[in-house]
């Protein structure tokens, strides 16, 4: 079986179990075992690292027995911790082609309260123009060894980024001084470890006008969008 799932990643340890720590992958099989009253084993599309965030991950289970599939994400909606929520039942997937990831900045002097756990405050202004012409040198397919961070299993480095998109976001909502949430969205076939924030922590040092050691984003801007 195949759920959607979405979940505020502020207060996990990522999605993959870990002994000891809070994670998505952890709760979902608690409330399965409460269901099913036997233990159940998931597996994920992707798995994101603590802090991160998702929108649409597809999780897979085989069910011991046949359970109505309203009743089952009803069910689960109603053990699950309120950061994560089951959004549906969908397709068999049998490869996900690409994914798609967005990082949201806020580039402003106040930090509005309800972007604080999703947004990376980021000043002073940021020069868009710049940053989207390094952008533009990411799409396509390269080695992308320098934005791995070390800790990964990853071992081919080769990945196709299909586009890069940076624009302002209306968050409707009035801010101080014209400040700005700057949309960063990254479409590609694959992604090595921290590899979307390292590309976010490159080209913001782009816009700053500034290149120094290479910076690491942090993981509460990032959210999973898209797998298809």
């Known amino acids: 079986m195949n759920l959607i799932i979405e979940y505020d990643g502020t207060d ?6 870990q002994p000891g720590k809070r994670t998505v992958r952890g709760e979902i099989e608690k409330a399965l075992h409460k269901i099913y009253k036997k233990k159940i084993s998931i ?26 599939e309203l009743g089952l994400v009803k069910g689960l909606n109603a053990l ?5 929520r089951v959004c549906g039942v969908g397709d068999k997937v ?3 082609k690409s994914k798609t990831y967005e990082y949201l ?19 002073p202004k940021l020069n868009l123009p710049a940053m989207r012409r390094a952008a533009k040198q990411l799409v396509g397919k390269h080695d992308f060894s320098s934005f791995c961070a070390a ?9 196709t980024i299909n586009r890069i998109t940076i624009r302002k976001r209306d968050i409707g909502h009035w801010t101080l001084d014209n400040n700005e949430v700057i949309n960063i969205v990254v479409n590609g076939n694959r992604f090595l470890y921290k590899m979307v924030r390292n590309l976010v922590g490159y080209l913001v040092e782009i816009g700053l006008g500034r290149k ?13 969008i898209l797998q298809k």
């Open 12 to 17: 996990f340890a990522g999605y993959e179990l």
């Open 43 to 68: 597996r994920a599309v992707s798995r994101t690292d603590s802090g991160v965030h998702a929108l649409c991950n597809n999780i897979f289970f085989t069910p011991p027995f046949k359970i109505p």
């Open 80 to 84: 699950l911790p309120e950061d994560i």
């Open 94 to 96: 049998r490869g996900v």
């Open 105 to 123: 900045i806020y580039n402003g002097e106040v930090m509005p309260v309800h972007l604080r756990r999703i947004a990376w405050q980021v000043i």
């Open 151 to 159: 800790g990964g299993d990853d071992k081919d480095f080769v990945c």
């Open 212 to 224: 120094r050691k290479k910076l690491t984003a942090p993981a509460k801007g990032l959210c999973l």
